[in-house]
Structure formats: structure tokens, C-alpha cells
């Protein structure tokens, strides 16, 4: 018996320009501004669900702020390797660093000292490269719970968060508090328990096409 013969499309061009044309079509972007739906696009087709529309939250500003760091040649802050990963380097308008310190040989005394995750340990050892840059959170609740505390009690500002934590404890919270805690930079997050590392990447390349955009205009 000969094995089966799949019939399905293998034109990587076709595949990217259908997958952005359903993506359009089946997501309402209606409450977005320009630039707030180019980003929204990216993270539907990150997660494959239209439905997240609706509980994604731009703070006022937030895009601009982020193409401005970027376009500075700002570092982007990850909390996991696989957003760290997920960054597309040639999209990156200035080489900007992509900085995970998540493997650090210091975090995981910083974590038994502190009596906390590895996640939010690194934390404390991104207040070097913290101001003006772009954060990208994808993984851990833990690590923007910390992050926000770090700014409030005096730290370094980033120019924009991107919070896309995920799980079922802590997750929905954090993002929450990030939305409804005053004092606290530009952010980006998706309510409730979803997010991951391929949102937070993909919230991070988006910002960077649109800043290369405005680089070439």
C-alpha cells in the first residue's frame, strides 16, 4: 500500500498572504487605530485566534512609545528565551540587543535569597539596560508583577511593557494590575489567562516592521 498523498499549499509566499488575509477578515479591528491593528494582526496570527480582539489593551501611547525606543536603538528585555527567540533580528530597525538574563549564573542565588522565581529574580539584574527599553514579558506572571514593582518604588522606566504572560495562577492578575495601576510606562497586554511566548515575540516584530515603515517614509 502506498502511503498517502496530501494535497495542501506549499508556496511560503501564498501561505503568508492568505494567512493575513483571513486573519483581516475574521477579526474585528474596528476600535483600533492604524498602527494599533497593524499589531493586533501580528498577534492573531501569533496565537491563530480572532477572538482575542477584543480583551487586547493599548494604553494611550504605547505604540508610539515603543517605535520611538526602537527606532533609538533601544534593548529589548525578554523574560524567556523563547520570546527572546522569536524576535526576528533583520526586522529590528537599529540591531537593537535582545537581552534574556533568565540563564544568568546569578539569578538563581537572587531567587533563593529573595524566595521568589527565577523569572522575577532576573528582574533585578535588568536595571542596567531598563530605561527606555522595550520589555517583552511571555512568560511568567511572577516577572511582571516584579517589573512593576521595580518602577514603582524608583527604578528605571521602561518606554513600553509588553505583557503577555500566561498560565492560571497569576497570569489574569497581572496583567490586570498592570492595567489598573497608575504610574507605571506605556503598555500592550491581552486580558485573562492567555498570552505566551509567541505573542509577546510577535507584539515585538510588529513594532519593529512598523518602525523600519517609518524609517523609510
Not at 498517502?4 to 492568505?18: G, L, T, W
Not at 498602527?35 to 491563530?48: F, M, P, Q, S, T
Not at 501611547?61 to 520611538?68: E, F, N, R
Amino acid at each position: 500500500m502506498s502511503a498517502p498523498v496530501f494535497s495542501y499549499e506549499k508556496d511560503p509566499d501564498s501561505i503568508y498572504r492568505q494567512s493575513f488575509e483571513i486573519v483581516r477578515a475574521e477579526t474585528d479591528l474596528a476600535r483600533f487605530a492604524a498602527e494599533e491593528a497593524e499589531v493586533a494582526v501580528r498577534l492573531v496570527h501569533a496565537c491563530g485566534m480572532p477572538e482575542i480582539a477584543p480583551d487586547l489593551i493599548f494604553s494611550d501611547g504605547s505604540v508610539s512609545a515603543g517605535l520611538a525606543a526602537l527606532a533609538a536603538g533601544a534593548p529589548v528585555i525578554c523574560d524567556a528565551a523563547m520570546v527572546a527567540h522569536g524576535i526576528t533580528p533583520r526586522l529590528l530597525p537599529q540591531e537593537n540587543e535582545v537581552l534574556c538574563l533568565i540563564r544568568d549564573p546569578h539569578v538563581r542565588a537572587l531567587a533563593k535569597e529573595e524566595e521568589t522565581t527565577l523569572s522575577a529574580a532576573q528582574v533585578g539584574l535588568w536595571r542596567e539596560k531598563l530605561g527606555g527599553a522595550v520589555v517583552a514579558i511571555g512568560n511568567a506572571p511572577t516577572a511582571l508583577f516584579r517589573l512593576m514593582e521595580l518602577i514603582l518604588e524608583g527604578g528605571p522606566r521602561p518606554a513600553v511593557i509588553l505583557g503577555f504572560p500566561v498560565g492560571f495562577v497569576g497570569a489574569a492578575e497581572s496583567k490586570a494590575a498592570l492595567t489598573q495601576t497608575g504610574g507605571l510606562p506605556p503598555f500592550l497586554t491581552l486580558q485573562g489567562r492567555r498570552g505566551g511566548s509567541a505573542m509577546a515575540s510577535a507584539a515585538v516584530n510588529a513594532l519593529a516592521i512598523l518602525a523600519g515603515k517609518d524609517a523609510a517614509a
